[in-house]
């Protein structure tokens, strides 16, 4: 048994904006993902803005049969452990004929729907605008049987585009730009 690793199955839609009663000043995280080049790992730096306490996470993530499924194994870092691997945050990137940072900044609510809880990233920066909303699942049959929720426009799981690290680079323009070559 692998017990460096963990799967996670989860389910992603597309969403216009957070649900009642949530509003942007409700409780959230703030999400600092890094991205380094040419890798499956990125650093991710969590606040809590209530009480400004940090968690840091060096995670590495590989898709299994498909993006539904991931294998992810997390390293949970100290302030010094944090310090070492602070030259990979924020580092810039030329990507889609521009230069951007390897960052990625969100914030992340919580909304319980139907007996599931969902997290709700909402995109800071040039992808403000852009929502996701992911459902998490203990097995494959819930996973399958679980139904669109109704705060969403359109179901992105496995669509590669919406995945952090090919966000690097992009803007809301490029997200609308997909959507609409794409569809629903």
Do not use: C
């Not at 007996?115 to 605008?129: A, Q």
């Not at 969403?152 to 490029?174: M, P, S």
Request: charged letters at 35%; glycine letters at 4%; a negative charge.
């Amino acid at each position: 048994m692998d017990n460096v690793y963990q799967t996670e199955m989860r389910r992603v839609f597309l969403i216009e904006d957070l649900p009642a009663p949530l509003t942007r000043a409700s409780r959230h995280l703030q999400i600092f993902d890094n991205y380094i080049d040419n890798t499956r790992l990125r650093l991710r730096s969590i606040r809590v803005p209530e009480t400004k306490e940090w968690t840091w996470i060096l995670e590495q993530r590989a898709p299994l049969e498909d993006l539904s499924q991931w294998k992810i194994s997390r390293i949970f870092l100290s302030e010094t452990e944090h310090a070492a691997f602070e030259i990979f945050e924020g580092r810039e990137v030329r990507k889609n004929e521009r230069v951007q940072t390897n960052e990625i900044r969100k914030n992340r609510y919580f909304h319980d729907s139907d007996g599931k809880r969902i997290e709700i990233d909402v995109f800071l920066g040039e992808l403000w605008g852009l929502n996701l909303a992911k459902v998490y699942f203990e097995s494959l049959e819930e996973l399958r049987e679980y139904k669109l929720p109704p705060i969403a426009i359109a179901e992105v799981t496995n669509r590669e585009f919406y995945i952090g690290k090919n966000l690097i680079g992009k803007t809301f323009a490029d997200v609308r730009k997909e959507f609409e070559e794409r569809g629903k």
